[in-house]
């Protein structure tokens, strides 16, 4: 693991590599410390003694040892949305401010998702890996995919991404459902969207694409009873958190036929153990937490979150 320090002033300790924009507005600041990849939360516990702040992409855990360890830590800066990795409560009891960048992954996040759902539907990577091995005549069998035009897909949860998602898919003549707890009727007037209840939802839809935050109250929110509502030959797809669904369940529901097919991007834990169940179904698509892996968005991420993590030491250093 290489570590880095640069210059002096503020103390930002980077857990994980972020995009040089970043690190750029960083320097004209402080002091840089950047772990690299490959860290664990024991290598952040042996660097944030002197840290005003840290930043975190989120693959590595920042539990309660680290905070109690890090006593000057003022602010924590996510690169993206999601704080599951991190002990909040431990965290607000300390003072520690933990701001975000949701709006600068929007997009990418949401061209992702509608990309894994026509790859599923169109079974896309089944007929590269056909054609790389010469099985050409599987078009005729196995191959054939369904159409997305005419289907019922349900978003579940319609913040900034799933209505991002909902936006793109407007174009493609579906019939859009939703679910989250406070309804939003402009986006409904707008988008032509139909507000269900969360049971209605998996009973309709043909498609579900996830688009909620890891919570207790959502850890799970898709298992076997869930799976039981569903239309049998559902499609699921999830580049939200991986623990929304009970993987369990789902590989059940798989290898059953209720779940037609699945596309995950995020999983319970990552990264995705080579012996997990769901990397020997055909009808699975696999990527590495990778729907904000774009050059674009990674420079975004890097500099919002760097600006808002200096605003945030500035606006400490000027209280009185």
């Known amino acids: 693991m290489e570590v880095l320090a640069l210059r002096s002033g503020f103390t930002v300790l980077v857990i994980e590599p972020i995009h040089p924009c970043g690190i750029v507005v960083l320097e004209k600041y402080g002091k840089v410390v950047q772990l690299g990849s490959g860290a664990t939360w024991r290598d952040v516990l042996r660097f944030c003694g002197e840290a005003d702040a840290f930043i975190s992409r989120g693959?590595?855990?920042?539990?309660?040892?680290?905070?109690?360890?890090?006593?000057?830590?003022?602010?924590?800066?996510?690169?993206?949305?999601?704080?599951?990795?991190?002990?909040?409560?431990?965290?607000?009891?300390?003072?520690?401010?933990?701001?975000?960048?949701?709006?600068?992954?929007?997009?990418?996040?949401?061209?992702?998702?509608?990309?894994?759902?026509?790859a599923l539907l169109r079974?896309?990577?089944?007929?590269?890996?056909?054609?790389?091995?010469?099985e050409w005549d599987r078009k005729y069998s196995d191959l054939v995919g369904v159409e997305l035009m005419g289907k019922t897909v349900g978003i579940l949860g319609l913040g900034r991404i799933g209505s991002a998602v909902a936006k793109r898919l407007h174009g493609f003549s579906v019939n859009l459902v939703y679910y989250q707890r406070n309804r939003n009727m402009e986006l409904e007037r707008l988008l032509g969207l139909k507000y269900v209840s969360f049971h209605e939802l998996l009973r309709v839809s043909d498609v579900i694409t996830i688009h909620v935050p890891l919570t207790p109250e959502t850890y799970h929110m898709i298992s076997s009873k869930e799976f039981d509502l569903m239309k049998r030959g559902v499609y699921i797809v999830n580049t939200a958190r991986g623990a929304v669904i009970d993987e369990k369940a789902l590989y059940e529901a798989l290898v059953s036929g209720k779940v037609a097919g699945a596309a995950l991007d995020v999983f319970e834990t990552e990264p995705l153990a080579l012996n997990s169940p769901l990397a020997r179904l055909e009808n699975v698509i696999l990527t590495p937490h990778l729907?904000?892996?774009?050059?674009?968005?990674?420079?975004?991420?890097?500099?919002?979150?760097?600006?808002?993590?200096?605003?945030?030491?500035?606006?400490?250093?000027?209280?009185p």
Do not use: N
Not at 77 to 99: L, M, N, P, Q
């Open 59 to 118: 693959f590595v855990k920042i539990p309660r040892e680290v905070l109690e360890a890090s006593e000057r830590l003022k602010v924590i800066g996510i690169h993206g949305v999601g704080i599951d990795h991190i002990d909040v409560e431990f965290a607000e009891k300390k003072g520690v401010r933990i701001v975000r960048t949701p709006e600068a992954l929007t997009e990418s996040v949401a061209e992702f998702t509608v990309g894994l759902m026509l």
């Open 123 to 134: 079974k896309i990577p089944l007929a590269d890996s056909a054609v790389r091995r010469g």
């Open 291 to 319: 729907a904000a892996s774009c050059e674009e968005t990674l420079k975004r991420l890097a500099v919002a979150v760097a600006e808002r993590v200096i605003q945030a030491l500035q606006e400490y250093a000027w209280q």
